[in-house]
Nanobody, 115 residues
Framework: QVQLVESGGGLVQPWGSLRLSCAAS????????MGWYSQAPGKQRELVAT???????YWADSVKGRFTIYRANDKNTLYLQMNSLKPEDTDVYYC?????????WGQGTQVTVSS
């Protein structure tokens, strides 16, 4: 089992910045993919960005150039630096970890972009 605990969401004005954090604990394996997904009410969860243990990244077109994904040195803490935020970025953001054949999700953190 893997536990994912997110933090860092909140209310920010348009063009502002937020940093989300996700701490993984438990049975973490060295081969994995971690990332962030977002979900609006009544809609499917959508990929924002992922990164593998080898550092290979994948991005949604809507956030390229504005968001950065990176890991702490211990490789079990994941960050999403969100810059130039837009109202359409308002969603619940979920941390994700995939390893072996299992998928793990955090509890979600609300990001609201509004003036």
């Amino acid at each position: 089992q893997v536990q994912l605990v997110e933090s860092g969401g909140g209310l920010v004005q348009p063009w502002g910045s937020l940093r989300l954090s996700c701490a993984a604990s438990g049975s973490t394996f060295s081969i994995y993919v971690m990332g962030w997904y977002s979900q609006a009410p009544g809609k499917q969860r959508e990929l924002v960005a992922t990164i593998t243990e080898a550092g290979i990244e994948y991005w949604a077109d809507s956030v390229k150039g504005r968001f950065t994904i990176y890991r702490a040195n211990d490789k079990n803490t994941l960050y999403l630096q969100m810059n130039s935020l837009k109202p359409e970025d308002t969603d619940v953001y979920y941390c994700y970890r995939g390893q072996e054949q299992y998928d793990y999700w955090g509890q979600g953190t609300q990001v609201t972009v509004s003036s």
